[in-house]
């Protein structure tokens, strides 16, 4: 069945320099003919939790990376806290960075340091503290995300789901306001993916991090998220709370939570 086309979500400000969470406007991002965002409008609000769905390959994680720049839009704006995040030159860009914690999708783990090196590697780079401090921070971090023992290992000696945990032990070593977690519980057990929803929750509440998770995990998104946004076709087709979702009569939200091959988005 061809894909349905959905409206996409209304989310354009007419002063985002005055909007104090993350707005993404008109976001565009391709690659050669490859269309990935196309006016992607998009808002965070300050403290919140906000989880991004959406089918495999639909730019969820390009979506992420634009946000820091890690990734150039190729159009639109992106405004943290009133200030225009496209319009940063490098040094300033650097700064703003600072404020944020990446979980990236794989964990981006550099082979040959390790696991405390790793985790505290950007203190390193953006910190004048001491060799005992910098470890002394990472091994807290490590605790954190159940990873004590591991300190002294390479990433080559540890599971996928313990690399995803010292990913997330480095995303949050410079007690960032903003953490962006792309697939946070893949990988992992049940239970590990849960003491991993709890740890993000409790990073909201005690520390007021500004979020935004991409998940294929429903019950995780239903568990961290104050709100859900879809993406489809490069825009955001839905955005609402967890009970507006779970609730949702919109076709391409329910095939998508309800998990099933039939319905709009088609399978491949
Ligand atoms: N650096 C890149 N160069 C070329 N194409 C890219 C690059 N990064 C992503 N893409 C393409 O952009 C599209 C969206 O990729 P993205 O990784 O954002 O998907 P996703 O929604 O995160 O999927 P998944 O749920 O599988 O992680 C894909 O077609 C991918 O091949
Ligand atoms: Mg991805």
């Given at each position: 069945m061809a894909e349905l086309e959905f409206t996409p979500v209304?989310?354009?400000?007419?002063?985002?320099?005055?909007?104090d969470g993350i707005a993404v406007q008109g976001v565009h991002k391709s690659f050669g003919p490859k269309v990935v965002l196309e006016g992607c409008d998009l808002l965070i609000d300050k403290g919140e939790t906000l989880v991004i769905i959406g089918r495999?390959?639909?730019?969820k994680s390009v979506l992420l990376k634009n946000i820091v720049r890690l990734l150039e839009p190729d159009q639109g704006e992106i405004w943290i806290e009133g200030h225009p995040v496209t319009q940063l030159r490098r040094r300033p860009l650097m700064e703003l960075r600072k404020n944020f914690g990446m979980l990236f999708q794989g964990a981006a783990?550099?082979?040959?340091?390790?696991i405390a090196e790793n985790v505290g590697l950007i203190l390193t780079e953006h910190t004048n503290w001491p060799l005992e401090r910098i470890r002394a921070r990472a091994c807290e971090c490590l605790e954190l995300v159940g990873l004590?023992?591991?300190?002294?290992?390479?990433?080559?000696?540890?599971s996928g789901g313990m690399k995803k945990r010292a990913g997330l032990a480095r995303a949050i070593v410079m007690e960032p306001q903003y953490i962006l977690y792309d697939e946070?519980?893949?990988?992992?057990?049940p239970i590990t993916g849960d003491a991993i929803n709890d740890l993000i929750i409790k990073l909201q509440q005690e520390l007021s991090v500004t979020s935004i998770v991409v998940t294929h995990d429903m019950p995780s998104a239903y568990k961290v998220a104050d709100r859900m946004a879809m993406l489809n076709d490069g825009r955001i087709i839905f955005h609402g709370s967890v009970d507006e979702v779970r609730n949702a009569d919109h076709t391409a939200v329910r095939q998508f939570i309800e998990g099933r091959a039939d319905g709009p988005l088609g399978v491949f």
């Amino acid at each position: 069945m061809a894909e349905l086309e959905f409206t996409p979500v209304d989310m354009r400000l007419d002063d985002p320099s005055t909007f104090d969470g993350i707005a993404v406007q008109g976001v565009h991002k391709s690659f050669g003919p490859k269309v990935v965002l196309e006016g992607c409008d998009l808002l965070i609000d300050k403290g919140e939790t906000l989880v991004i769905i959406g089918r495999s390959g639909q730019g969820k994680s390009v979506l992420l990376k634009n946000i820091v720049r890690l990734l150039e839009p190729d159009q639109g704006e992106i405004w943290i806290e009133g200030h225009p995040v496209t319009q940063l030159r490098r040094r300033p860009l650097m700064e703003l960075r600072k404020n944020f914690g990446m979980l990236f999708q794989g964990a981006a783990l550099f082979d040959s340091m390790t696991i405390a090196e790793n985790v505290g590697l950007i203190l390193t780079e953006h910190t004048n503290w001491p060799l005992e401090r910098i470890r002394a921070r990472a091994c807290e971090c490590l605790e954190l995300v159940g990873l004590v023992g591991t300190e002294d290992k390479l990433p080559s000696a540890l599971s996928g789901g313990m690399k995803k945990r010292a990913g997330l032990a480095r995303a949050i070593v410079m007690e960032p306001q903003y953490i962006l977690y792309d697939e946070p519980t893949t990988g992992l057990d049940p239970i590990t993916g849960d003491a991993i929803n709890d740890l993000i929750i409790k990073l909201q509440q005690e520390l007021s991090v500004t979020s935004i998770v991409v998940t294929h995990d429903m019950p995780s998104a239903y568990k961290v998220a104050d709100r859900m946004a879809m993406l489809n076709d490069g825009r955001i087709i839905f955005h609402g709370s967890v009970d507006e979702v779970r609730n949702a009569d919109h076709t391409a939200v329910r095939q998508f939570i309800e998990g099933r091959a039939d319905g709009p988005l088609g399978v491949f």
